[in-house]
């Protein structure tokens, strides 16, 4: 049997097949993250390269995680994810350490890394390392200097709320 290339956009996977399925609602807000870098690269990161670079990103977490809808419990490691804000339905990032040793079967605490005042998920988690034994969390936290009040308490309680969705993770 022979395949044939085809180049027609409708049949690779779109990020809504993921966030219409209610069985992949745990990757709601990382596609939605993910769809906002894409819409907004050429803008926020100078020029069409960005932009194509986000795109690639993106349709490969959505063939990811359609080709395998437990994805999430495969990866280890550090990894950038988004929960779904129920105040804006938008996707918040935060920076995720997932233990290299993380067995399901046993109980593994979770950290929360509160970041400085006017620091973000990535640029104040910078001392994050790949390890065993815990999972930890660098939250965005959307209102810059605000003493983790307000939308930023929300972020650091939705992405632990998010992360505890995980078999056996417990807050420590």
Excluded: C
């Amino acid at each position: 049997m022979t395949t044939t290339k085809t180049s027609d956009a409708s049949l690779a996977p779109a990020p809504r097949d993921i966030l219409e399925r209610p069985d992949l609602a745990a990757y709601r807000g990382f596609i939605k993250y993910l769809q906002f870098r894409a819409d907004h690269a050429a803008e926020r990161q100078g020029g069409e390269g960005a932009a194509e670079a986000e795109r690639a990103r993106l349709l490969e977490w959505t063939k990811r995680i359609l080709d395998n809808p437990s994805t999430l419990a495969t990866v280890r490691g550090i990894q950038e994810w988004a929960y779904e804000s129920p105040v804006d339905g938008s996707g918040q990032p935060f920076k995720i350490m997932i233990p290299t040793d993380y067995d399901p079967a046993k109980p593994a605490p979770l950290s929360l890394y509160m970041h400085g005042y006017s620091g973000n998920h990535l640029e104040h988690a910078t001392g994050m390392e790949e390890h065993g034994g815990y999972f930890e969390v660098s939250v965005l936290g959307r209102s810059r200097g605000g003493g983790y009040r307000a939308l930023s308490e929300a972020d650091e309680a939705l992405a632990a709320a998010l992360v505890r969705q995980v078999p056996r993770v417990r807050a420590v």
